[in-house]
């Protein structure tokens, strides 16, 4: 049995990570909402909300977690080659609506979205906080890829990219990975596995050094005010 939360409980109230379900795996909690507090204190705590539309809101807590640290990112050959002659321009911030919106957008391979209006409309909310951040590829003034996240202390957790010009959505990865040690980023969550990710450099750690982790580099609540 997984926690049920209302939308009047309090903002931090999650269960134990070791309540996640096997199967589902990594199912934490369903209901509450995507106000901007729970949603901090959620990401503080390495929970992620993910649900389709038509769904009560679901956290999640997997375990192994998927990790990238900037230092092992991969950069192949064709991709240092494209980040040279591309043309490619990055950005941070200049238009966060628009890329979720293009995260959100169908697939030819997955037609359906779990970016819902309510999830636009909750990390707009967390960006106008400073919280919430993108990282955008423009060419010749047209937005064709990027990523956004979250960003709390030196972890960002990564939520979505997308790709309207090949290796697009990678290049945002590297100018982000570009960017880290200036930003003061150690850590980016991926979630969850995927074959993209792991051609890039991501690896699975076990849920308690994640945990673990987010308790020295994760921003406090007490500190929270604007993470810009």
Do not use: N
Request: proline share 9%; net charge positive; aromatic share 10%.
């Amino acid at each position: 049995m997984i926690t049920w939360l209302a939308p009047d409980d309090p903002p931090d109230r999650f269960p134990p990570h070791e309540a996640a379900l096997r199967d589902p795996s990594g199912l934490l909690a369903a209901g509450g909402d995507l106000k901007p507090e729970r949603l901090l204190a959620a990401y503080e705590r390495g929970i992620f909300p993910w649900y389709s539309p038509g769904q009560p809101v679901l956290w999640w807590s997997p375990d192994p977690r998927e990790v990238l640290w900037p230092r092992e990112f991969h950069r192949s050959r064709s991709l240092r080659r494209v980040l040279r002659q591309r043309g490619f321009e990055l950005h941070q911030d200049r238009d966060f609506d628009a890329v979720v919106s293009a995260c959100a957008a169908p697939r030819s391979r997955s037609p359906g979205t779990w970016i819902t209006a309510e999830m636009k409309a909750a990390y707009s909310a967390l960006h106008a906080r400073g919280f919430a951040h993108s990282y955008e590829i423009w060419l010749e003034d047209a937005l064709v890829g990027g990523l956004y996240g979250v960003r709390l202390g030196s972890v960002f957790f990564g939520e979505s990219m997308f790709s309207r010009q090949p290796d697009a959505s990678k290049a945002a990865l590297a100018g982000l990975i570009e960017r880290s040690a200036a930003l003061g980023i150690e850590l980016i969550d991926c979630q969850l596995p995927s074959a993209h990710l792991r051609s890039l450099g991501s690896r699975p750690i076990p849920r308690r050094e994640f945990l673990a982790f987010l308790s020295t580099h994760a921003q406090p609540a007490s500190k929270r005010g604007s993470a810009r």
